[in-house]
């Protein structure tokens, strides 16, 4: 038997980038900046940018005379993301520290990194901080694991072949009110949350557990899995997800949170 492309041994960075980010990513990033329509002109700050694929759909909207910067915390990331487009100006940093002057942007936006974050309120206060009078952020998140179903599937894998903390690594629990309170609390009183559905698409279950397992937990964790253990995690999603199974491979729907504010 063939070795699966993703391997425990691959750079998590590039299967984040050649596996999740067309299956669920390239359109997310679409819906977002569908959201706030970064203009001609606009300066925009990507936070936790992961390999770029949002500030590589801004760049060209925002041109002629624009700027699109990248951020991320992850050094593997950005060096990824300079690869696949070194035109576009790539930064390592802390959310809770931004590395920019007073009201430099017109637009922030964050897909699937402000859970992530230590310090949710003084990332707001960052981000704040950095938006001049009038500019806008935009931030998704995914909703609850019950509205993603491919998840709970990869939940009870790990529970079973690893344990209940490596489950714990699968974090989706996006609450309207939780992000609202977190916003208002770093200096954005009005915000608008809506809710959106995207199939996520894979060739196999197995792909997509071996996707998320070394290109999302690996990528931002220091959790290591042996290629055994992936196996196993494989071959007991595919029966939960086998309704999902069509002629195109696996699809299954995803809810997100969407989060837009005017500064």
Known sequence: MRPHPIQTTTSPS???????VPAMFAEWSKVLLGLVT????????????????VARTAAPMVQPGGEVIGLDFNAAQIATARLIDPSIEWREGDAASLPFAHQKFDLVVCQQGFQFFPDGVQAVKEIHRVLQPGGRVA????????????????????????????????QMKGESTEISRLFADGGFPNVDVVTRSVDASYS???????????????RRTDAQFSEETLGLMAADVGPELAQ??????????IEALLLTARK
């Open 204 to 218: 196999s279950a197995e792909e997509f557990t071996r996707a998320i397992v070394v290109g999302a937990i690996m």
């Open 244 to 253: 999902y199974v069509g002629e195109n491979g696996l699809a299954f729907p």
């Open 38 to 53: 970064p203009h001609p002109g606009d300066r925009v700050l990507d936070l936790a940018c992961g390999t770029g694929i």
């Open 14 to 20: 590039e299967i984040y980038e050649r596996f999740m």
């Open 139 to 170: 931030i998704s998140v995914w909703s609850s694991i019950e509205k993603c179903p491919g998840y709970p599937a990869l939940v009870h894998a790990l529970e079973r072949r690893v344990g209940s903390s490596a489950a714990s690594l699968i």
